[in-house]
């Protein structure tokens, strides 16, 4: 079981895939009771998504620890007075179907509003639930298009390139998560419940932060930098003598204590160099300025040096050398979930560590489908924990 401040919580989860069910799993890790209802025979569609281990999704168990599973058909009479009296005792409902679903089951929020008066209703969908393109489907390659990300990824000139990990599904479902919390303290001053609608393509254009800066003052449209910042220099990954480092000095006294631990203060003093405008300007002569030296050796003894001289700085690591980083271990980002069939199996910890709760270093397992099913149906929330 996960103690946190949401413990006591009680969530109907509606959600598939990736955005909702990601906001889900982090009100299980902060101690909500979180019941996953699922379609019949095939539940969530992410249980058919890879890697497999041993026949069951490593995907799907890496978004839907510690929830509770029943299987319900919410177009069958039966199983949806089942669904009505969970949402009659629960504090949420998260969703994340297409505008208009809901509306089609006769879920939508004036009549959810009507019955369930308490009842929180989180709908998380591609566009939300206004606007011209409220009704499409829409996936998280489909949003970072369409949301400018990919307009700004990857190399000057290379082909349109999505993130490398699904930014379009996460920050919708962190966003969900941070609305809930601010739907939470409202109901609880007021007695009022509340609709929360969060769009993907919204959470796109929210995250785009120094783009949108950048086109607002010059009048263009950014484009793809590589790794390099487009308002700060030195601030992008250069190479060694092996591997690739990113330094990251974001002032003038950042960059003079860099040019001295590399090696090469008179870079400071170069009246190319002297400002953070002058360092943008002629970004491309400072970076072969700077890797004329960088190559001479290693990236372990360039780290080693730039880190003691106080300029952010570090390695470019894969995701088993993040793994077994000593610091991300320290900080319980590497947590394990024992499951029944696969034995134990490691997962991405919960990056909010609050000072009144232990940070666990285990969590439940993902369900099974309807695994909870004929308990949920007997007693409802009932004893049901994380």
Same mark, same amino acid.
């Given at each position: 079981?996960?103690?946190?401040?949401?413990?006591?919580?009680?969530?109907?989860?509606?959600?598939?895939?990736?955005?909702?069910?990601?906001?889900?799993?982090?009100?299980?890790?902060?101690?909500?009771?979180?019941?996953?209802?699922?379609?019949?025979?095939?539940?969530?569609?992410?249980?058919?998504?890879?890697?497999?281990?041993?026949?069951?999704?490593?995907?799907?168990?890496?978004?839907?620890?510690?929830?509770?599973?029943?299987?319900?058909?919410?177009?069958?009479?039966?199983?949806?007075?089942?669904?009505?009296?969970?949402?009659?005792?629960?504090?949420?409902?998260?969703?994340?179907?297409?505008?208009?679903?809901?509306?089609?089951?006769?879920?939508?929020?004036?009549?959810?509003?009507?019955?369930?008066?308490?009842?929180?209703?989180?709908?998380?969908?591609?566009?939300?639930?206004?606007?011209?393109?409220?009704?499409?489907?829409?996936?998280?390659?489909?949003?970072?298009?369409?949301?400018?990300?990919?307009?700004?990824?990857? +190399?000057?000139?290379?082909?349109?390139?999505?993130?490398?990990?699904?930014?379009?599904?996460?920050?919708?479902?962190?966003?969900?998560?941070?609305?809930?919390?601010?739907?939470?303290? +409202?109901?609880?001053?007021?007695?009022? #419940?509340?609709?929360?609608?969060? #769009?993907?393509?919204?959470?796109?254009?929210?995250?785009?932060?120094?783009?949108?800066?950048?086109?607002?003052?010059?009048?263009?449209?950014?484009?793809?930098?590589?790794?390099?910042?487009?308002?700060?220099?030195?601030?992008?990954?250069?190479?060694?003598?092996?591997?690739?480092?990113?330094?990251?000095?974001?002032?003038?006294?950042?960059?003079?204590?860099?040019?001295?631990?590399?090696?090469?203060? #008179?870079?400071?003093?170069?009246?190319?160099?002297?400002?953070?405008?002058?360092?943008?300007? $002629?970004?491309?002569?400072? #970076?072969?300025?700077?890797?004329?030296?960088?190559?001479?050796?290693?990236?372990? +003894?360039?780290?080693?040096?730039?880190?003691?001289?106080?300029?952010?700085?570090?390695?470019?690591? $894969?995701?088993?050398?993040?793994?077994?980083?000593? +610091?991300?271990?320290?900080?319980?980002?590497?947590?394990?979930?024992?499951?029944?069939?696969?034995?134990?199996?490691?997962?991405?910890?919960?990056?909010?560590?609050?000072?009144?709760?232990?940070?666990? %270093?285990?969590?439940?397992?993902?369900?099974?489908?309807?695994?909870?099913?004929?308990?949920?149906?007997?007693?409802?929330?009932? %004893?049901?924990?994380?």
């Amino acid at each position: 079981m996960i103690d946190g401040p949401y413990r006591g919580l009680k969530v109907v989860d509606l959600t598939r895939v990736l955005a909702g069910p990601y906001c889900t799993m982090m009100l299980a890790d902060l101690g909500a009771t979180v019941i996953k209802v699922e379609t019949p025979k095939t539940g969530d569609d992410a249980r058919h998504i890879g890697p497999f281990i041993k026949g069951k999704s490593a995907y799907f168990m890496s978004l839907n620890r510690g929830k509770h599973s029943i299987a319900l058909d919410l177009k069958a009479p039966d199983d949806r007075e089942v669904f009505e009296r969970l949402l009659g005792e629960a504090d949420l409902l998260v969703e994340n179907y297409r505008g208009g679903t809901m509306e089609k089951l006769k879920y939508d929020w004036p009549s959810l509003h009507a019955r369930f008066p308490k009842l929180i209703y989180v709908a998380i969908s591609g566009f939300g639930h206004t606007g011209p393109y409220k009704t499409k489907p829409a996936y998280d390659m489909v949003v970072q298009g369409m949301g400018g990300v990919m307009s700004l990824t990857g +190399h000057e000139g290379s082909p349109p390139t999505r993130v490398g990990t699904s930014i379009g599904d996460i920050t919708a479902g962190l966003f969900a998560l941070s609305a809930i919390g601010t739907a939470l303290y +409202h109901r609880e001053r007021t007695g009022e #419940a509340q609709k929360i609608d969060v #769009a993907m393509l919204d959470s796109q254009v929210a995250i785009l932060e120094n783009a949108i800066a950048r086109y607002v003052a010059t009048g263009k449209s950014p484009v793809p930098l590589g790794a390099r910042h487009p308002s700060i220099t030195p601030f992008a990954a250069f190479a060694t003598a092996d591997n690739p480092i990113i330094i990251a000095a974001g002032n003038n006294q950042l960059f003079a204590r860099l040019c001295t631990a590399i090696g090469a203060p #008179a870079l400071a003093d170069d009246e190319r160099f002297k400002t953070n405008d002058q360092r943008n300007e $002629n970004h491309t002569a400072l #970076a072969n300025e700077m890797e004329r030296t960088l190559k001479t050796n290693t990236a372990a +003894h360039w780290l080693n040096l730039i880190e003691q001289a106080g300029v952010p700085c570090g390695p470019i690591n $894969n995701v088993a050398q993040v793994l077994a980083d000593p +610091h991300v271990i320290a900080r319980n980002m590497v947590v394990t979930m024992q499951d029944p069939d696969i034995g134990e199996m490691k997962l991405a910890g919960n990056p909010m560590k609050l000072s009144a709760f232990a940070d666990s %270093t285990t969590r439940p397992a993902s369900p099974k489908l309807d695994e909870s099913g004929d308990r949920i149906r007997k007693e409802g929330f009932g %004893t049901l924990k994380t």
